[in-house]
């Protein structure tokens, strides 16, 4: 297992470059909160809240969206077609690269 490099922009608009080990079974919301960004991830990553959205600003395939996490989306503000919840893209070779953006604040 090797570890990957993810970028986040927060919502000032500041990249920060993290680096996340594939070997721990986390999440972009768990590797946010490790680095101390704002994120809540209010339900602990179970698709419950949308504290943790975010939108996909690269070309990084992602696993398809469940319906947990669409219904989840539904129900939350400032949503695009590019929103994903950060609980739900686990860290793994496949995503290296990967750059998200913090969706505001409700």
Known sequence: MADINVTIIDREGNLHELIG????????MELCKAYELPVL???GGMAM????????????PLDEQSDAELDMLDQAFFVKSTSRLGCQIH??????GIVLRLAPEA
Do not use: H, V
């Open 21 to 28: 080990p594939t070997d721990m079974s986390m999440n972009i």
């Open 41 to 43: 991830g209010e339900c």
């Open 49 to 60: 809240c949308a504290t943790c959205q975010c939108y996909l600003e690269s070309d990084t």
């Open 91 to 96: 860290l793994s070779e496949e995503i290296d």
